[in-house]
């Protein structure tokens, strides 16, 4: 879709006439518009992140996505709440930024069903490993979770340091992480679950 010639109108761009429409916000709405050839090559996460917060958008809408582009790595932008592929018409378009206005989502059936697979095969893969977890090695990724260093676990329960060693080396194992920081960064999404 050429969003700069589009007939929406209060659709904003930030370009010059000669060129592809990268970035555009939508007056009437708290949108900010993103042309999908400038993830990434002219823009980061961060950047994104920050010309939100700082003019007040609520809501990111990336347009001119190729069909047979990689939409899984799309989910990670900042308050994304919609996404158009390039054959998208403007009245379509249109319906899209109402919606998102009106707080719900706006994406293309086959992305939808590409993350929640994604998503799907990762809960999976999480239940998997954390049911090979024993008791003990619950309770030693629950200490360590919560901020405690070997020695402390040790004493809370009543094993040596050596055996909470071999305990985090099995654990760091069965739910595929390297070392201390991914294992937290594991506790994070998953360790809620595995209690239960």
């Not at 060129?19 to 994104?48: D, P």
């Not at 917060?53 to 939409?71: A, E």
């Not at 293309?108 to 809960?123: F, G, I």
């Not at 990724?141 to 070997?150: A, D, T």
């Amino acid at each position: 879709m050429d969003i700069k010639n589009t007939p929406i109108r209060y659709v904003k761009c930030f370009n010059s006439p000669d060129y592809t429409s990268l970035f555009c916000v939508a007056a009437n709405y708290n949108i900010l518009l993103v042309n999908y050839q400038a993830l990434n090559v002219i823009t980061t996460y961060e950047l994104i992140n920050k010309f939100m917060q700082d003019n007040g958008y609520k809501s990111l809408v990336i347009f001119d996505v190729p069909k047979n582009s990689d939409v899984l790595a799309l989910k990670e932008w900042p308050n994304l709440k919609g996404l158009f592929y390039e054959s998208s018409d403007d009245s379509l378009f249109q319906q899209g930024l109402e919606a998102i206005e009106q707080g719900k989502l706006w994406f293309p059936r086959d992305v939808t069903d590409s993350w929640m697979r994604q998503m799907l095969a990762s809960e999976q893969q999480t239940t998997l490993q954390s049911s090979n977890l024993t008791c003990k090695e619950i309770k030693v990724l629950n200490l360590l979770f919560s901020g405690l260093h070997s020695t402390a676990i040790a004493d809370s329960l009543f094993i040596s340091e050596a055996t909470v060693r071999v305990h985090l080396h099995k654990i760091y194992q069965k739910i595929s992480v390297k070392n201390k920081q991914q294992a937290l960064l594991w506790c994070q999404k998953n360790l809620s679950k595995v209690n239960n």
